[in-house]
């Protein structure tokens, strides 16, 4: 009967999960990515100005950032940078009338994001681990754990080297987006500058999980070595006091 009742648990769990991936890929689908441009299409279609239409089509992530701070309750440093950015490129653009300075928006977060990054290698704990355990939950079981692992020098270079690389990142993608803004069409601008930060984060997130499996091959080969040089020590110097016993015997 448990065996049954925790088979209905993990089913569940499992069911709640894969209906929240879908609704985060659903809202990014449509209030990050697809919605914008094809809000940004249909109002140039219907004669709106180019800035009006970025304008307009830019409040659909906004109201995503959001519905996402009400939904949890609680403010999200990376969303009310995002806020931030399409509020400085709202005002830019309205008072210049330029749709470059529109397009700028994702920059604005983009750069400070990894400026945060690279800032918080000064303090003692560096700005990705800090999230890697807010995502896991400080006060749970596996937030513990994680946190307990700071102690080890291994794991806190892992950490530092994943804030340094994406800091770098973010500042390279905050630079290409205000070269991409300035050599291409409005069109093809804003159809990147919605696509890059997810193939950006998505890139690194890859290089994390295959980084992080090297590293913990590399930590296992070690302790196995150094489990092997203890066991022949030991083996060393069990044998001559065995050899030196028989001969008394």
């Known amino acids: 009967m448990n065996g049954t009742q925790e088979s209905g648990q993990e089913s569940g769990q499992e069911s709640g999960r894969d209906r929240s991936r879908f609704q985060a890929i659903a809202k ?61 490129g709202t005002v830019l653009g309205q008072v210049s009338g330029n749709p470059r300075l529109v397009l700028l928006e994702g920059s604005v977060p983009t750069a400070v994001f990894g400026l945060l990054c690279l800032a918080s290698l000064w303090s003692q704990r560096p700005l ?29 270079h892992v950490f530092w080297l994943y804030t340094v690389v994406w800091g770098v990142a973010y500042l390279a993608e905050a630079a290409a987006r205000v070269v991409i803004v ?13 696509v890059m930060p997810y193939a950006v984060a998505a890139s690194l997130i890859g290089w994390m999980i ?40």
């Open 28 to 88: 990014i689908a449509v209030f990050d990515v697809a919605g914008p441009l094809a809000a940004y299409s249909v109002l140039r279609s219907a004669g709106l100005s180019t800035v009006t239409a970025l304008v307009v089509s830019g409040a659909l992530p906004a109201i995503g950032v959001t519905a996402g701070l009400v939904r949890h309750r609680r403010l999200d440093a990376v969303g009310i940078l995002v806020l931030a950015g399409i509020a400085v």
């Open 210 to 249: 295959a980084y992080g499996r090297r590293a913990k091959r590399e930590g296992e080969r070690l302790a196995a070595a150094a489990e092997a040089a203890n066991a022949a020590s030991a083996a060393g110097t069990t044998a001559p006091a065995a050899a030196e016993a028989a001969s008394y015997a």
């Open 182 to 194: 300035e050599t291409t069409s409005t069109g093809t601008a804003l159809a990147v500058s919605k």
């Open 128 to 156: 990705i681990y800090r999230f890697a355990l807010e995502f896991m939950g400080a006060d749970t079981p596996k937030g513990r754990e994680f946190a307990s692992l700071w102690r080890y020098p291994g794991f806190r």
